[in-house]
């Protein structure tokens, strides 16, 4: 199994309150992703990393920002909480190695805002 | 853009098969994956097709049809523990930063 670990594994926050996800891998792949979980809509990309200092926006960036200082950190920030933001959170990495590039997992951040 | 098809709900009985349909349209598509996630588990890499054709791992297949762009995924002597949601996602040529784009999932309800 890839070596992915999350931080908080669950939070519960309040509306308006900053709060950061982190994400740990000891694979020295490359890229980073960040998805979130939501019933009736999949698994969908927020954001991105495709080496340190390298990030970009997915189809679900408003209200979210990232930070990749070393390879083996992806940080989500969501700076002010809203309910909408009440979702599981996901982090994967992915490298070119695997068939086809496919993503690895990690265990996933209950994040409830109230 | 991207549109992923799955039929949101499944149900069988224990020691059948089931077939699972994705449908996809996409420019550049370069693969298609199924992965599969239990209640409150991440999801978990199952199979990878790039060509038309069936690839099988033991009791679980992935058939592509790029022509179509239609795959699907069959599981066979059905086991309660493949009660799981089944994710089909795409990738595209030279996608940046390797993205995938995932369908809603199909939930699978395995009965004894």
């Known amino acids: 199994d890839a070596g992915i670990t999350q931080s908080p594994r669950h939070k519960v926050t309040e509306t308006g309150t900053p709060v950061t996800l982190r994400c740990h891998q000891t694979e020295n792949h490359r890229y980073m992703y960040w998805y979130r979980q939501d019933p009736g809509h999949g698994l969908r990309l927020i954001h991105y990393s495709y080496g340190v200092k390298d990030t970009d926006k997915g189809e679900v960036s408003d209200g979210y920002s990232v930070s990749r200082s070393k390879t083996e950190d992806f940080l989500l920030t969501l700076e002010s909480a809203t309910s909408s933001q009440t979702s599981v959170y996901f982090c994967?990495?992915?490298?070119?190695?695997?068939?086809?590039?496919?993503?690895?997992f990690g265990p996933g951040t209950r994040l409830t805002v109230l | 853009g991207q549109n992923i098809d799955q039929p949101t709900e499944m149900t069988a009985t224990e020691g059948a098969i089931v077939q699972i349909n994705c449908t996809y349209q996409t420019s550049g598509f370069n693969g298609l994956f199924w992965y599969q996630q239990h209640a409150g588990e991440a999801p978990t890499f199952l199979s990878y097709n790039v060509l038309d054709g069936l690839e099988e791992k033991g009791r679980f297949s992935s058939f592509l049809s790029r022509s179509k762009g239609y795959s699907y995924l069959l599981l066979k002597e059905l086991q309660m523990k493949d009660s799981a949601s089944y994710l089909c996602?795409?990738?595209?040529?030279?996608?940046?930063?390797?993205?995938?784009?995932f369908g809603g999932g199909t939930r699978v309800l395995v009965k004894p």
């Open positions: 996602a795409v990738t595209r040529i030279k996608a940046a930063g390797n993205k995938l784009t």
């Open positions: 994967a990495i992915g490298s070119l190695a695997g068939a086809g590039n496919e993503q690895f």
